[in-house]
């Protein structure tokens, strides 16, 4: 089984960056041969499905973060990083790292297996 742990949240103000990283653990080959995922869960929302990692590919992103959110997963650390720029009070949730995709729609979160605690970030205007 894998073991997943999101961290990295904290408190910032709109316009203000943050890194979080997801640290997999039990992995028996490279993090690069696993479907990764990043959502999101703010109070009274539905969860929403930002980043998707697929093996050996570029990451996708959802429209309400392309183009201020980078996804990175280097070849050897164990550890998938989320870059968050110019972040937004809409952006205030609880964000979970997710590992291995059975398949389906890609931002359904019941379609990963693994799951992390989550970490808070909170972004005030």
């Known amino acids: 089984n894998l073991q997943v742990e999101e961290s990295g949240g904290g408190s910032v103000q709109a316009g203000g960056s943050l890194r979080l990283s997801c640290a997999v653990s039990?992995?028996?080959?490279?993090?690069?041969?696993?479907?990764m995922g990043w959502f999101r869960h703010a109070p009274g929302k539905e969860r929403e499905g930002i980043v998707f990692?697929?093996?050996?590919?570029?990451?996708t992103y959802a429209d309400s973060v392309k183009g201020r959110f980078t996804c990175s997963r280097p070849d050897v650390k164990n550890t998938v990083y989320l870059t968050m720029n110019n972040l937004k009070p809409e952006d205030t949730a609880v964000y979970y790292c997710?590992?291995?995709?059975?398949?389906?729609?890609?931002?359904?979160?019941?379609?990963?297996?693994?799951w992390g605690q989550g970490t808070q970030v909170t972004v005030s205007s």
């Open positions: 997710a590992a291995y995709f059975e398949g389906g729609l890609w931002y359904d979160w019941t379609k990963f297996r693994y």
């Open positions: 039990g992995l028996s080959s490279s993090l690069k041969t696993v479907s």
């Open positions: 990692l697929e093996p050996f590919t570029n990451p």
